[in-house]
């Protein structure tokens, strides 16, 4: 049994790509491994956000992650600043990095440069929190897509900077890159990753979107003039990602949707493609609605904290005494 952590931001309303790409594969490796699911809300703050509207993404994202399969008897699930140990972890890490392998970061280069000369400083100091997430739980497993990688990669890093100078106190975590997702990409610009942050609206379905949005943004989706489905990436992104789309949602081959539209043109696949994304994110939808406004979901989130807490203050008070932070 290995244990996994992963965590997503209350930053914006979930994607399909979100649920197709991670969140649907999180009941998958519950059932065999020691899973802790976070809400980082502390990692939101590195950009300025509105209270109301952070408050109730988190709630929003805890529901999500439930109604896509996650069952808190079997995983645990907790929003990050109820679990202080994060960010007295994430100090420790702060100063055992480097400022130069902080600017460094890919994301970090990306974001400040949006920011002009008023850069917040956690943008910089978000990897070493990211680390202590991870740390925390003796993490094995991370679960991360291509653009956590490097982050990835400076976690493992300072836990064994960590360990060569103070002893073996962290396990160091091995990247799950890609396990099992599916990379869905925008319905406008095929050829870029479809993000819950795109201000054309109708490049991206949302998991709450209702059916009808839903059915015109994959009718609107840029395709190309030839009315032929098979799959080629290069010269027809557009069909191909959302074959991609059906063939996850469905458990379909390329194969045999290429097949199956070979006397039909785009406007029949295009409908297919839409009913079967909403058959799948109908039930998520009702579940969502179910749990939003319940204290069933309170009591699941409380529970989770303390089991969190449980075992990072473990973590914690081994990495207090190897660095000598005890009275």
Known sequence: MSIIFSGIQPSGN???????????????VQKDNECYYCVVNQHAITVPQDPQMLHERTRTLA????????????????????VPEHVQLGWIMTCSSY???????????????????????????????MAADILLYQTNLVPVGDDQKQHMEITRDLAQRFNRIYGDVFTVPDILL?????????????????SKSDDNQ???????????????????????????????????????????????????THEQITAAYADKGYGAFKKDVADAVVSVLEPIQQRYTQLIHDPELDKI???????????????????????????
């Not at 197709?20 to 594969?25: E, F, H, I, K, Y």
């Not at 400022?99 to 100091?125: F, N, W």
């Not at 869905?184 to 479809?194: G, I």
């Open 99 to 129: 400022v130069g392998e902080l600017e460094r970061m890919t994301q970090y280069k990306d974001k400040s440069a949006k920011q002009g000369d008023s850069i917040p400083a956690g943008l910089l100091t978000y990897p070493p929190l």
């Open 14 to 28: 979930l994607t399909l790509g979100n649920y197709l790409g991670a969140l649907r594969n999180f009941s998958k």
């Open 63 to 82: 529901a999500i992650y439930i109604a896509s399969g996650l069952d808190p008897d079997k995983s645990t699930l907790f929003v990050q600043s109820e």
């Open 178 to 194: 890609g396990h099992d997702g599916t990379r869905v990409m925008s319905l406008q610009e095929p050829t870029k990753k479809m």
């Open 202 to 252: 109708t490049a991206t379905i949302y998991l709450l979107d209702a059916p009808k949005d839903i059915e015109k943004k994959i009718k609107r989706a840029q395709t190309d003039s030839e009315n032929s489905v098979h799959y080629d990436v290069k010269n027809k992104p557009g069909i191909s990602n959302l074959m991609d789309i059906l063939a996850a949602v469905t458990e379909q």
């Open 301 to 327: 989130l409380e529970k989770g904290a303390a089991k969190a807490h449980a075992k990072a203050n473990v973590t914690y008070q081994n990495v207090c005494k190897a660095i000598g932070l005890y009275r």
